[in-house]
């Protein structure tokens, strides 16, 4: 028997589906009803938990560079042996003089500046990567472009140690390919978003898989600070293989257990696969349109999204790639104590994350909110603690206390935005939020290039307070800046260049969806015809 289905969600954005197969009688379809039973963890949790152990492993790979670098460098034989300037204004404690030289003789002399071009080139290459990633992930699906980039950074990890042994370039060139393979998974997780969160979910569900970044943050800086404490392999190896093999066993487990859309999975039940599809923007037309790049590129709403993503990249990043640096060689905190001092904010970073979250997906169930609030409020709320955090560590000068004290303020508040521009670009664009977050990830993308450089510039010739002050500033600034930008242009609403952006689908989230159920029947031919 043939079956056939056509779903008209709206009058600009249609779903078709035409499945072929034969069926004996209509007993089997029952009995795929029942064996298919409904579950507390669904298909789409499980998703979710894969796009969060992505993200783990996407960050703890950024961060162990960084942590690792402070075993990796000699910084007292840069000190003799140049014009280099270093403070004496954060004096080691008494206790820890014996350890001095302990946790600086590291085997490279890498100054400050080739430092920084090491640390850039990991982000220059996850910013080269990101429009790439967006067409790729839109034309050839999440699933090969995510196991692309997690392969492939994960390999580059693990080749760190012996790029690092014959040049310092070879080790920037393999981060640059990591970076790239990172690039190209940013992306598809809109897309992946777009595919299996219902809209009323997606704020939660999505937020949940970005907790996945201070979560791996916390893990590598917890561990990397250990792991380079150790002799075993000289330690800092340590760091890298660790970190690689991580994402190697992550990148099996989405080969395995992660399908690219819920219509692929065939452990699906019929009620949930009718709930997302009912739920849902269409991001998977029967013929999706060429790429609008003309409004993409001409609206107001995709450069506020461009900066406010800038702003919230800087604020990460900053913690991610320099910071360590500074608690390391400016306030001589030996490396185990400098990993687990950093590690304790991103924890916070994952509760306050979380916490966004769970609120966002509460107000919106509850129709309390519109989602054009909830999205500025948690970005502007994640900027204001951010500035007065980080101004709060450049006012602590030598005072380790209130240092990690402002530090744990303005790193946790990075997870309020978890909730807020990160998710924006699925609400702007169904269709093309692979293309979009492409775009706007790849601008807002040179924050983590530009960090570590800037570093290096300011530090090159005098490792001192006052050139790290003008960091903190600089820092507070662009992320007190991009917050004002996204709450005076920014926009959730679905824009007039989207195919689904007619009055139906385009809603707030107080207002009542139409009726767009598919009948179960038609769920479970679906489910039972799915393979052609």
């Not at 980039?149 to 640059?176: D, E, K, M, W």
């Not at 461009?306 to 702003?311: I, M, R, T």
């Not at 702007?428 to 775009?439: A, D, E, I, N, R």
């Amino acid at each position: 028997m043939v079956y056939g289905i056509f779903n008209i969600k709206s009058s600009r954005c249609l779903k078709f589906t035409w499945k072929v197969n034969s069926i004996e009688n209509s007993e089997d379809v029952e009995s795929a009803k029942k064996n298919k039973r409904d579950s507390f963890l669904k298909r789409r949790h499980t998703v979710t938990l894969l796009g969060f152990l992505c993200s783990v492993v996407m960050h703890s790979q950024r961060l162990n560079l960084s942590i690792a670098m402070v075993a990796m460098v000699n910084s007292t034989s840069i000190l003799t042996t140049s014009s280099h300037r270093n403070s004496t204004e954060c004096p080691l404690p008494q206790k820890e003089h014996a350890t001095l030289e302990t946790h600086r003789t590291g085997e490279f002399v890498w100054d400050p500046e080739l430092q920084g071009h090491i640390l850039g080139a990991g982000f220059l290459g996850y910013l080269l990567a990101q429009i790439p990633g967006g067409l790729l992930a839109g034309r050839f699906g999440t699933k090969p472009i995510l196991l692309i980039g997690l392969f492939a950074a994960s390999i580059c990890n693990l080749l760190s140690p012996v790029a690092a042994q014959q040049h310092a370039y070879l080790l920037a060139v393999i981060h640059l390919i990591r970076g790239m393979g990172q690039g190209l998974q940013q992306p598809s997780m809109s897309v992946l978003m777009a595919k299996w969160f219902p809209r009323n979910e997606r704020g939660f569900l999505s937020a949940f898989i970005y907790c996945g970044y201070p979560l791996g943050a916390f893990i590598a800086s917890l561990i990397s600070g250990a792991l380079c404490d150790l002799e075993f392999l000289g330690g800092w190896p340590l760091v890298f293989y660790t970190f690689g093999l991580l994402g190697v066993f992550v990148g099996f487990l989405m080969v395995f257990f992660f399908f690219e859309q819920p219509s692929d999975d065939p452990n699906i039940t019929p009620s949930e696969l009718q709930h997302i599809i009912q739920n849902q923007d269409n991001s998977s037309v029967a013929a999706r349109p060429p790429t609008p790049w003309k409004g993409i590129l001409f609206s107001v709403p995709t450069y506020a999204l461009v900066l406010a993503l800038f702003g919230q990249y800087w604020m990460a990043f900053y913690f991610l790639s320099v910071h360590p640096t500074y608690m390391g060689t400016i306030l001589n905190i030996p490396i185990k104590e400098n990993g687990i001092l950093s590690s304790g904010p991103f924890v916070a970073q994952a509760f306050t994350g979380f916490f966004a979250c769970w609120l966002a997906f509460w107000l919106t169930k509850n129709k309390s909110i519109k989602i054009n609030t909830l999205r500025k409020g948690a970005n502007t709320l994640s900027c204001i603690l951010f500035t007065i955090g980080t101004i709060g560590v450049y006012l602590s000068g030598c005072d380790t206390m209130w240092n990690e004290i402002c530090l744990f303020i303005a790193t946790a508040s990075i997870g309020f935005g978890f909730a807020g521009c990160l998710i924006t670009a699925v609400d702007m664009s169904p269709t093309y939020c692979g293309v979009l977050m492409g775009f706007a990830s790849t601008l807002a993308s040179f924050s983590g290039f530009a960090i570590p450089m800037t570093m290096g510039a300011l530090t090159k010739h005098e490792q001192t307070l006052a050139q790290w002050g003008k960091m903190f500033l600089i820092t507070a600034g662009v992320g007190a800046g991009s917050g004002i930008v996204f709450l005076t242009l920014g926009s959730t609403d679905i824009q007039p260049w989207d195919p689904c952006s007619s009055k139906d689908v385009n809603m707030n989230s107080s207002e009542k969806p139409q009726d767009k159920s598919l009948p179960m029947d038609s769920v479970e031919i679906q489910l039972k015809t799915q393979k052609l």
